[in-house]
């Protein structure tokens, strides 16, 4: 027995191959290039605003550039070119003739009938035999006959006789399906056969070589070396590691400016003569006098002596760009108000891979700065300047009638909160606002989405009591109430419980369903889809950004993080209408943590952060009850016990007795939040700013 190696000689048979393989790379492909996206920022609503910062242009410019970068352009030309090789070979294989391999039949090859006797096989073979026997062919040129043909007609046919009428063949022909017993079998390679024709050889091995030789080494390397050079927060381990060496406990939001322009991303963005081309240009602007600051840039007079103390180059003028931006100093210079808008993005993901360096350290001061810079890295605005400067068209000027000489800035929501004849008074007039100027920016602050927390408290799931080292949850409940928000409801004292989920309840407890209490009391389930906030209103920052919000817990004497941070980007519940109004609907926030070890009281300051607008924070106090194991277990049985009711059978027999049945007896608490420890308070200021939460009207 032999075996024999064939290619596709027909091309019936590679195209099935080729397709398949096509087909199992292109549509994943295709899925991922096709499906909704999961970016928040790609389906978050917008705030309704004509508002157009000056170089509108060159920041949507920069934010069309990114989203081409987000469009994946290899993947759709791959998904292109799969599709094409598919249909290709669809129509091959459509139109591609077949041959199909007939089994070995004696009856067919002698042409009789398979219930044919020994007899009539012998008398057809005859008359055969008077056609194809070697001694009495005569081939037919019209029919392509030939003396070989006709010779290996005769063949098959003695073969098939012998099949029939002989014992011994017809054993082989029963066992292994032809009268020469076992055969060699063929290997079919379904691979066209001219790439392996002569001459081609070499064109393979070449193709070969590329492919195993060259693209993937290439490929892996760049992928394996790529995931060594960049962190997890997405920059240059290299870049990483210079934030970490301008670490400092005492770090400001100053010094974080100056520490992010240590970036080596910037390189890619300053290259050659971009390096130090209008340097002295940009100092002169952003060192010039300002209005409020002493300086037109926002800088300290500290901050300012780092600028000069570092040596021209690339970091030095990516400082200088990164205040004439948070500035909002014109530098009547395409080029550099371009690289001006660039700079931002790309210092607000550095931001985030020094908020990682401050989480490892849990000092609760740097980490602090690090949110705080994110917020006026989108929104444009130098440390210490007034929150009031996010909104549109308002100038130094503005903000000066508005504050006066006050050292403590205003926030939005204290702004919108005076009566509209004293703002109207205040900001309108020469100089200052027109009418339509000041609907626009009244316009916005009503649609900003200012989270004003109601009730935090720390409960376990299922349980009465917080014992050491349990899963505790922290629950944050809050609405968002836009700044001048008129006719706000009272919030619902059932909208403030946080109901637990039946221990078999798989959807709550997965969280695709959420049980709340209806107006009667009754608990309910409710379809639990994430709401994405609006994008943050942010007309100079280069990119679509969606605002996030950060709750952790800290120790106030010490200074330390107690809790990390947990990130919520979307709510459980519409936060506006379809028609742009609020909905005041309470958002529930929830993280989870261990307990501390042992039993005790613990006041922690809850710091809920929105890291992209200014003075939208709370700061408040929260206080943690844990109780000790046994103490908690004895609680609760004394919990359980009770006078005998009417319905038990105690009870009846006290009846019969002419004892009326006691009611049963509840715990003066039972009604409060045992399972619950924290806090109502109002918040506190959580910068310089003032952002105290004013009491609902």
Not at 74 to 94: F, T
Not at 102 to 110: A, E, F, G, Q, R
Not at 132 to 146: A, Q
Not at 580 to 598: S, W
Request: hydrophobic share 35%; aromatic share 10%.
């Amino acid at each position: 027995m032999s075996s024999d190696y064939s290619y596709d000689e027909q091309g019936q048979f590679y195209p099935f191959f080729i397709f398949t393989l096509t087909t199992i790379v292109t549509l994943p492909l295709t899925y991922s290039l096709l499906a909704p996206s999961t970016d928040a920022a790609a389906l978050a609503p917008r705030l309704k605003t004509s508002y157009k910062p000056e170089h509108a242009d060159l920041i949507e410019a920069q934010r069309a550039a990114q989203k081409r970068k987000q469009r994946r352009i290899k993947r759709a030309i791959a998904v292109v070119i799969g599709w094409a090789v598919m249909a290709g070979m669809l129509y091959l294989i459509v139109t591609t003739q077949r041959t199909v391999n007939k089994i070995w039949n004696p009856y067919d090859i002698l042409g009789v009938s398979e219930s044919a006797n020994e007899k009539q096989i012998k008398s057809h073979y005859r008359k055969l035999g008077l056609k194809y026997h070697p001694d009495k062919i005569r081939p037919d040129p019209e029919k392509n006959e030939t003396v070989e043909s006709l010779n290996d007609k005769w063949v098959e046919l003695t073969k098939a006789y012998q099949t029939l009428t002989d014992d011994e063949v017809r054993q082989n022909y029963i066992q292994y399906g032809h009268p020469d017993g076992k055969q060699g079998f063929s290997i079919g390679i379904a691979l066209p056969k001219f790439i392996i024709s002569e001459g081609n050889g070499k064109y393979v091995v070449l193709v070969y070589a590329l492919l195993l030789g060259v693209m993937l080494p290439y490929y892996v390397g760049s992928w394996w070396y790529g995931t060594q050079r960049i962190t997890k927060e997405g920059v240059l381990v290299e870049s990483a590691n210079n934030l970490f060496r301008e670490y400092s406990e005492s770090i400001d939001e100053g010094d974080l400016v100056t520490a992010l322009s240590a970036g080596k991303e910037f390189q890619d963005v300053l290259k050659g003569d971009k390096a130090e081309s209008g340097l002295s240009k940009i100092e002169s602007r952003i060192l010039a006098e300002g209005q409020i600051a002493p300086f037109a840039g926002g800088l300290s007079v500290k901050d300012k002596e780092k600028l000069e103390d570092l040596d021209s180059g690339v970091r030095r003028k990516v400082l200088a760009l990164l205040w004439a931006y948070l500035g909002r100093v014109e530098l009547d210079d395409q080029a550099l108000d371009s690289a001006k808008y660039l700079v931002a993005p790309i210092a607000q993901s550095l931001c985030g891979s020094f908020r990682a360096i401050s989480l490892a350290y849990g000092n609760t001061g740097p980490l602090l700065a690090s949110y705080y810079t994110s917020q006026r890295l989108v929104q444009a605005l130098p440390p210490k300047a007034s929150p009031l400067f996010q909104l549109p068209h308002f100038t130094p000027a503005v903000v000066k009638a508005i504050e006066g000489d006050s050292k403590t800035h205003l926030t939005i929501q204290e702004f919108m909160d005076l009566p509209d004849l004293q703002r109207r008074s205040t900001v309108i007039g020469k100089g200052l606002l027109s009418e339509e100027q000041y609907q626009t920016a009244v316009n916005v602050a009503q649609q900003l989405p200012y989270l004003r927390v109601a009730k935090a408290f720390f409960k376990v799931t299922g349980e009465r009591f917080i014992i050491p080292s349990s899963l505790v949850t922290l629950v944050v409940k809050g609405r968002f109430v836009p700044p001048g928000s008129v006719n706000i409801p009272e919030v619902d004292e059932v909208d403030l419980e946080d109901v637990d989920p039946a221990e078999d309840d798989l959807d709550a407890l997965m969280g695709r369903k959420k049980m709340v209490k209806d107006a009667n009391g009754k608990l309910v389930k409710e379809d639990s889809k994430p709401v994405p906030p609006p994008l943050t209103f942010a007309p100079y920052y280069s990119r679509d950004h969606s605002p996030r919000w950060h709750a952790f817990l800290s120790d106030s004497k010490q200074g330390k993080m107690a809790v990390p941070p947990f990130t919520f980007t979307t709510f459980d519940k519409p936060i506006f209408t379809d028609d742009g109004k609020p909905t005041y609907n309470v958002q529930t926030l929830r993280a989870q943590f261990a307990a501390p070890p042992q039993a005790g009281t613990y006041t922690f300051v809850l710091h809920v952060i929105c890291d992209s607008y200014v003075g939208f924070d709370t700061k408040m106090e929260v206080t943690l009850h844990v109780e000790d194991a046994s103490k908690a277990a004895a609680m609760a049985a004394e919990d359980e016990i009770s006078e005998p009711e009417s319905d038990s059978l105690a009870g009846q027999m006290n009846a019969l007795k002419g004892v009326p049945a006691p009611k049963p007896k509840r715990r003066k608490d039972d009604d409060s939040e045992d399972d619950e420890s924290g806090t109502e308070e109002e918040e506190e200021s959580t910068s310089e700013t003032n952002t105290d939460t004013e009491p609902e009207s």
